[in-house]
């Protein structure tokens, strides 16, 4: 079974750090991407970027390119979503997807809410 | 900046059907742009229903079909279920890196 198991909520004041991971199992973890998106309270999905895990190749969506910093683990079986300095408009829910072709998305993880507040 | 635009709510009664479109800035959305349509409920993740314009997924209800309608890309629920209230989401592809959401349908069914 297809599974992508994010790691917990998170709570941080403005100027942190953070890494938050997405675990895949059930298929092969490094011949497929996995995309990040954001839900910010109340409002809809954004695209945020992509990584493949077999190479680490990355592409950004222009509105998060700098923001944030997408990597993976091959050898975890694990991609993640880092800020180096946190704001309170960071303050969302993240997921992670999967894609299977350059068109197509299918399975979700659960999500990670991200709390930023002084 | 491309902006893709749904409507922002619509309402159906139980059994019957409603279109839900998703339309493009840049222009007319053809095959070409891939849609994939997903559906959220309210403190859930999303799932994916449909990609490609017309495919569904393993686990997506027969009721739910993909189409191209009048230059922008559609879902249509045939026979709603009281279930099939939550918001819908499309995604459409940009070429490179480049995917933009809509800004999402919330269908009530009432």
């Known amino acids: 079974e297809v599974q992508l198991v994010q790691s917990g909520a998170e709570v941080k004041k403005p100027g942190e750090s953070l890494k938050i991971s997405c675990n895949g199992s059930g298929y092969s973890f490094t011949t497929y991407w996995i995309g990040w998106v954001r839900q910010m309270p109340g409002k809809g999905l954004e695209w945020m970027g992509i990584i493949y895990p077999g190479d680490s190749d990355t592409r950004y969506s222009p509105s998060f390119q700098g923001q944030v910093t997408i990597s993976a683990d091959k050898s975890i079986s694990t991609a993640y979503l880092q800020w180096s300095s946190l704001k309170a408009s960071d303050t969302a829910m993240y997921y992670c997807?999967?894609?299977?072709?350059?068109?197509?998305?299918?399975?979700w993880g659960q999500g990670t809410l991200v709390t930023v507040s002084s | 900046q491309t902006v893709v635009t749904q409507e922002p709510s619509l309402t159906v009664s139980p059994g019957g059907t409603v279109t839900l479109t998703c339309a493009s800035s840049?222009?007319?959305?053809?095959?070409?742009?891939?849609p994939n349509w997903f559906q959220q409920k309210p403190g859930q993740a999303p799932r994916a229903l449909i990609y490609?314009?017309?495919n569904k997924h393993s686990w997506t209800p027969a009721r739910f079909s993909g189409s191209l309608l009048g230059g922008k890309a559609a879902l249509t629920l045939s026979g709603v279920q009281p279930e099939d209230e939550a918001e819908y989401y499309c995604?459409?592809?940009?070429?490179?890196?480049?995917?933009?959401f809509g800004g999402g349908t919330k269908l009530t069914v009432l």
């Open positions: 490609s314009t017309i």
């Open positions: 995604l459409l592809y940009y070429g490179g890196a480049q995917l933009i």
């Open positions: 997807v999967r894609r299977t072709t350059v068109t197509t998305f299918d399975y």
């Open positions: 840049t222009g007319a959305v053809t095959s070409g742009y891939y």
